[in-house]
C-alpha cells in the first residue's frame, strides 16, 4: 500500500487516509471513526475531492469497516477502487464451501458491489478465479516491489541466519518456523532464528523482534540466509518478492499461490523436507540469488501502468 501511495502513476497525487490503528478496541474505534470525519471532510471540499478513493480491505471486521467509506465515496460519485488483499477472503465468505447461511456472505457482498458499482480488484488469477464466482467481476493488479528493496552485496549475510517476518498470527507459521529451526540445528548448531511479529521466546538462538520499521526488515532482508514462509495462506505472498528482490533464498509453503519457480517449495506436513532444505542452502557457497527476470512483471513502473487503465477508466465511466 505504502508503495501504491507513493509511487502512483503518472499525473496523480495520492494521500493516505488510515482507517485502523493496532491496540485496544477504543482506540481501534476512534481511529475509525476520525477516519470516516476526515473521509467526509475531504470529499465535501471541491478543492480536495479525489477523482477516486483507492480503498485496501482484507476479511471479516476489516470489509465491515471499508464497507461504510465505500458507500461514502460513491454518495458523493467518486470513482471507487476496493482492492483485496486477504488470503482467506473466500474462506470467509463461505467456510462451507457449499451454499450454507454463511455463504449469504458472498451473496451479500455481491449484490452490494453491483448496487455500488465499484471496481473490485485482486492480487492474482487464482484469486479471480476462486472470487469473481462468489462477488462478480474483478480484475488483477499484482502488489509492486517496494523500488528501495536491492541486492547490497556490501552487507554480509549472517551465517545460519534464518529469517521469518509475519504479523503475530498462527496463519504466519511462528511456532512451525521455530519448530524445524530447532530439528534443524542439531545438525547445525549456528542456526539462529529471527522472526517478526512475536515479542518473547525462552530459547536464546531466536530473535522474537516484534513489530520492526520498513528499515529494520530491509536490514533484515539483506543479513539473512534464508526467509521461512510458513504461511498457511497469503493473498499475494509479498514478502516473498521482497526477499527476491534482495537476493535472499526463500524456502515456501508449496501450497501457496503465486511461487515462483526458483524459490524452495516444501509441504507444511512434511517437517523433515523443510530441514533438508534450510541445511542444502547453508551448506551451499551462494550468498545472493539473481531473481531479477522474475521480478519484472513486479517492477512499480510496470504495476502504474496497469493502474493508470484502471482510474482513467474509471473517472471516464464515473461508474
Given at each position: 500500500m505504502l508503495s501504491l501511495a507513493n509511487t502512483p502513476p503518472i499525473g496523480y497525487e495520492t494521500s493516505l487516509l488510515s482507517t485502523h490503528k493496532p491496540g485496544s478496541t477504543i482506540g481501534k474505534w476512534k481511529a475509525y471513526r476520525k477516519a470516516m470525519k476526515d473521509l467526509s471532510l475531504i470529499i465535501s471540499n471541491p478543492d480536495s475531492k479525489p477523482d477516486v478513493i483507492h480503498i485496501h480491505t482484507a476479511a471479516d471486521w476489516s470489509w465491515y469497516r471499508k464497507k461504510r467509506f465505500v458507500v461514502k465515496a460513491r454518495q458523493a460519485n467518486i470513482a471507487t477502487v476496493i482492492h483485496i488483499h486477504s488470503g482467506k477472503f473466500n474462506t470467509w465468505l463461505d467456510p462451507s464451501g457449499r451454499n450454507s447461511p454463511t455463504a449469504n456472505r458472498a451473496k451479500k457482498m455481491k449484490t452490494f458491489l453491483s448496487q455500488q458499482k465499484v471496481q473490485t480488484v485482486v492480487l492474482s488469477d487464482e484469486w479471480k478465479a476462486i472470487l469473481e464466482p462468489m462477488i462478480g467481476e474483478v480484475k488483477v493488479?499484482?502488489?509492486?516491489?517496494?523500488?528501495?528493496?536491492?541486492?547490497?552485496?556490501?552487507?554480509?549475510?549472517?551465517?545460519?541466519?534464518?529469517?521469518?517476518?509475519?504479523?503475530?498470527?498462527?496463519?504466519?507459521?511462528?511456532?512451525?518456523?521455530?519448530?524445524?529451526?530447532?530439528?534443524?540445528?542439531?545438525?547445525?548448531?549456528?542456526?539462529?532464528?529471527?522472526?517478526?511479529?512475536?515479542?518473547?521466546?525462552?530459547?536464546?538462538?531466536?530473535?522474537?523482534?516484534?513489530?520492526?520499521?520498513?528499515?529494520?526488515?530491509?536490514?533484515?532482508?539483506?543479513?539473512?540466509?534464508?526467509?521461512?514462509?510458513?504461511?498457511?495462506?497469503?493473498?499475494?505472498?509479498?514478502?516473498?518478492?521482497?526477499?527476491?528482490?534482495?537476493?535472499?533464498?526463500?524456502?515456501?509453503?508449496?501450497?501457496?499461490?503465486?511461487?515462483?519457480?526458483?524459490?524452495?517449495?516444501?509441504?507444511?506436513?512434511?517437517?523433515?523436507?523443510?530441514?533438508?532444505?534450510?541445511?542444502?542452502?547453508?551448506?551451499?557457497?551462494?550468498?545472493?540469488?539473481?531473481?531479477?527476470?522474475?521480478?519484472?512483471?513486479?517492477?512499480?513502473?510496470?504495476?502504474?501502468?496497469?493502474?493508470?487503465?484502471?482510474?482513467?477508466?474509471?473517472?471516464?465511466?464515473?461508474?
Open positions: 493488479i499484482s502488489n509492486p516491489v517496494n523500488p528501495i528493496l536491492a541486492v547490497d552485496s556490501s552487507i554480509e549475510r549472517i551465517e545460519g541466519k534464518l529469517l521469518l517476518l509475519g504479523r503475530n498470527d498462527p496463519v504466519k507459521g511462528h511456532a512451525f518456523a521455530i519448530e524445524v529451526a530447532t530439528m534443524a540445528r542439531k545438525a547445525n548448531p549456528k542456526i539462529t532464528l529471527s522472526l517478526s511479529g512475536i515479542e518473547n521466546n525462552e530459547k536464546d538462538w531466536v530473535d522474537a523482534m516484534g513489530w520492526i520499521s520498513e528499515a529494520q526488515k530491509i536490514e533484515n532482508l539483506q543479513n539473512s540466509r534464508i526467509l521461512l514462509v510458513p504461511s498457511k495462506w497469503e493473498g499475494q505472498p509479498l514478502v516473498i518478492l521482497e526477499a527476491m528482490a534482495c537476493g535472499l533464498t526463500v524456502i515456501a509453503n508449496e501450497e501457496l499461490n503465486q511461487l515462483p519457480d526458483n524459490i524452495g517449495k516444501a509441504s507444511l506436513q512434511n517437517k523433515q523436507q523443510w530441514v533438508d532444505l534450510i541445511l542444502e542452502t547453508l551448506q551451499s557457497s551462494t550468498a545472493n540469488v539473481d531473481y531479477s527476470q522474475q521480478l519484472v512483471e513486479y517492477e512499480i513502473e510496470n504495476v502504474q501502468q496497469k493502474w493508470l487503465q484502471i482510474y482513467e477508466q474509471l473517472i471516464e465511466k464515473q461508474i
